[in-house]
């Protein structure tokens, strides 16, 4: 299994930007995809951004252009770098890890959350 830790979040002015953090206790290289998921009070959690271990990455429609998902595998600790931030995204905002082999889905691990307000 794999431990995560996130950093980062906080309050925000409209049209700000963040950048979150999410640190894991070993080496995610290749073998994790890994994932910012969000979920605002009352509502499902959305997946936001994803990236695999091949560096293949997917966003929400309405992050595109704003928001970008990277990694650092010598510090195994992925980032997302938020832009233009909106009120409407204010949200705990979730890192996922994705264990995978083959074909096969391993496992998933979850960051604690970090709040995200996006308010004036």
């Known amino acids: 299994q794999v431990q995560l830790v996130e950093s980062g979040g906080g309050l925000v002015q409209p049209g700000g930007s963040l950048r979150l953090s999410c640190a894991a206790s070993g080496s995610i290289f290749r073998t994790y995809n890994m994932g910012w998921y969000r979920q605002a009070p009352g509502k499902q959690r959305e997946l936001v951004a994803r990236e695999t271990g091949g560096s293949t990455t997917n966003y929400a429609d309405s992050v595109k252009g704003r928001f970008t998902i990277s990694r650092d595998n010598a510090k195994n600790t992925v980032y997302l770098q938020m832009k233009s931030l909106k009120p409407e995204e204010t949200a705990v905002y979730y890192c996922?890890?994705?264990?995978?082999?083959?074909?096969?889905?391993?496992?998933?691990?979850w960051g604690q959350g970090t709040q995200v307000t996006v308010s004036s």
């Open positions: 996922n890890a994705e264990r995978v082999g083959g074909t096969l889905v391993l496992g998933h691990y």
